[in-house]
């Protein structure tokens, strides 16, 4: 075409039509995000500067931080929650993720038999209400009631059991399992889904270089499915250091026994809201909330910045 040609010029100068229907469509989900998350983050964030001195609700900048990081009464609380929540994240990095990619490696071998099955009963508990499981797990390991006992005494581990839930050392370990066991099905779904997603040709190459079995795994899909890994890495990272509703339902707002289960979330409780004789302190939960908010901006931006790029190479 000669783009001195009148057409040829016609043609150009026609614009393109404006799609206005993508706004319409995304404007009532921009809209109900921005008013339940964006607004309460901004103002929780504006909070977290603002104190009552005196009477008056004053701008008091990086006060709160400093009563947060250095009065004793606040900083010991403060680090034991946070101690407490990175605990929580390693044992699911531990236990929860290396579990849910090993289900997920079996689950995608072909020949297997009832994998349908399978698939839908680990991925169940997912599903649960946390006050159920909750509920049924305190009822499972209680030393009164519980039916843990009987089923170590069956196949002669009796010894075993004793009230994890109610021991300093291993309350926040025998919760995080409690988690782990809920939660297991979304890493290994999705991990499951990257394996289907290896293209055929690379899995019959391997096979054509004698590469099969478990030396499979390791050597080509492992490499191949790194992405995914990292996805579910930092979908756990993010959970854990919102988490909430389990260790409350199990052990209560206090975090017992002795704060052993307190994590961040449990401390923005009882500080925001108050509980028992401890009065709410707005200022002091949104400070602790600027915290957590700024831990989880921190490690979903090493993970976009560092470790993703890293990764690229192995994508397709």
């Not at 034991?80 to 699911?92: D, Q, S, T």
Request: charged share 15%; aromatic share 14%.
């Amino acid at each position: 075409m000669n783009p001195s040609d009148p057409k040829t010029t016609d043609i150009n100068e026609i614009k393109r039509p404006r799609r206005w229907h993508i706004l319409v469509f995304l404007l009532p989900a921009l809209i109900v995000y921005t008013a339940v998350m964006i607004l309460p983050l901004i103002e929780t964030l504006r909070q977290s500067f603002f104190n009552t001195v005196e009477g008056q609700y004053t701008f008091v900048g990086l006060g709160n931080f400093k009563v947060l990081f250095g009065d004793p009464r606040w900083a010991a609380d403060f680090w034991n929650a946070l101690k407490n929540n990175f605990v929580f994240f390693l044992i699911h990095m531990a236990v929860q993720n290396p579990i849910g990619i090993a289900l997920a490696a079996m689950l995608s071998i072909p020949k297997l038999r009832f994998s349908a099955f399978y698939r839908t009963a680990i991925f169940l508990p997912t599903l649960l209400s946390f006050v159920i499981v909750g509920f049924i797990w305190k009822l499972i390991l209680s030393p009164i009631w519980g039916v843990a006992p009987s089923l170590l005494d069956v196949v002669g581990l009796k010894w075993l059991f004793a009230p994890w839930l109610g021991k300093p050392d291993s309350a926040l370990i025998a919760v995080s399992l409690i988690s782990v066991w809920q939660y297991i099905g979304i890493p290994m779904m999705l991990i499951y889904a990257a394996l289907l997603n290896i293209p055929d040709e690379v899995i019959e190459a391997a096979e054509c270089d004698g590469v099969t079995g478990w030396s499979q795994f390791w050597k080509i899909k492992l490499p191949l499915i790194l992405p995914a890994i990292g996805i579910v890495s930092i979908l756990t990272f993010v959970g854990n250091f919102n988490a909430f509703d389990l260790i409350y339902t199990v052990q209560g707002a206090l975090a017992g026994p002795d704060k052993s289960t307190d994590i961040l979330g449990t401390l923005l409780y009882r500080t925001f809201f108050g509980f028992q004789l401890q009065l709410g302190d707005r200022s002091m939960g949104a400070t602790i909330a600027a915290i957590m908010f700024l831990i989880i901006l921190a490690g979903v931006s090493l993970y976009l910045f560092v470790i993703q790029r890293r990764m690229r190479r192995y994508q397709f």
